[in-house]
T-cell receptor, first 116, second 113 residues
Framework: AQKITQTQPGMFVQEKEAVTLDCTYDTSDQSYGLFWYKQPSSGEMIFLIYQGSYDEQNATEGRYSLNFQKARKSANLVISASQLGDSAMYFCAMREGSSGTYKYIFGTGTRLKVLA | EAQVTQNPRYLITVTGKKLTVTCSQNMNHEYMSWYRQDPGLGLRQIYYSMNVEVTDKGDVPEGYKVSRKEKRNFPLILESPSPNQTSLYFC????????????FGDGTRLSIL
């Protein structure tokens, strides 16, 4: 069954350090997409980064990068130079499906706390 | 301003009283979706729609109905709400290309007593 697993319920990181949030996925589809979203304490969902299953390069967006290891079925989010404003819940999500219809599966999330 | 608008933001109601949560987007997105968020479970997809008059079940559709009569609107209907539907609900939309991120509404917190 298709599944997203985030094994770290909570993490701490010191300000200005890098942190990796883990995400593994399981799918039988060849075509899929992987997304990371941030949910601050205010509750909104903010898109961070996307990786397609056929993309050969790891995605990067500013301080965010996605460490995509297809054979291991992992799509870890790396945040460089952490800031206090990075404290939030982070969700990994997978878009699966083909033939013009697709659905999304989210992980259970990792709560990140950045320490001053 | 590009946005997904949900109403109401908060609702406390009683078991069995039909309710509708509205969702509207102004970005001409083809894809719209409803999620519920529960502690420890992340977000779970309830229903989604690829375009007008095209809807399909997500992972947790039981107890919910949707319709997509217009491209911009995607209401979520609870015909006979029960306490286990107490949750935080999000509507989201995106363009039809599968690499497009979803834009989320601000959420609706429902409490069913």
């Amino acid at each position: 069954a298709q599944k997203i697993t985030q094994t770290q319920p909570g993490m701490f990181v010191q300000e200005k350090e890098a942190v990796t949030l883990d995400c593994t996925y399981d799918t039988s589809d060849q075509s899929y997409g992987l997304f990371w979203y941030k949910q601050p304490s205010s509750g909104e969902m903010i898109f961070l980064i996307y990786q397609g299953s056929y993309d050969e390069q790891n995605a990067t967006e500013g301080r965010y990068s996605l460490n995509f290891q297809k054979a291991r079925k992992s799509a870890n989010l790396v945040i460089s130079a952490s800031q206090l404003g990075d404290s939030a819940m982070y969700f990994c999500a997978m878009r699966e499906g083909s033939s013009g219809t697709y659905k999304y599966i989210f992980g259970t999330g990792t709560r990140l706390k950045v320490l001053a | 301003e590009a946005q997904v608008t949900q109403n109401p933001r908060y609702l406390i109601t009683v078991t069995g009283k039909k309710l509708t949560v509205t969702c509207s987007q102004n970005m001409n997105h083809e894809y719209m979706s409803w999620y519920r968020q529960d502690p420890g479970l992340g977000l779970r997809q309830i229903y989604y729609s690829m375009n007008v008059e095209v809807t399909d079940k997500g992972d947790v559709p039981e107890g919910y109905k949707v319709s997509r009569k217009e491209k911009r609107n995607f209401p979520l209907i609870l015909e006979s709400p029960s306490p286990n539907q107490t949750s935080l609900y999000f509507c989201a939309s995106s363009f039809g290309n599968p690499n497009q991120p979803q834009h989320f509404g601000d959420g609706t917190r429902l409490s069913i007593l």
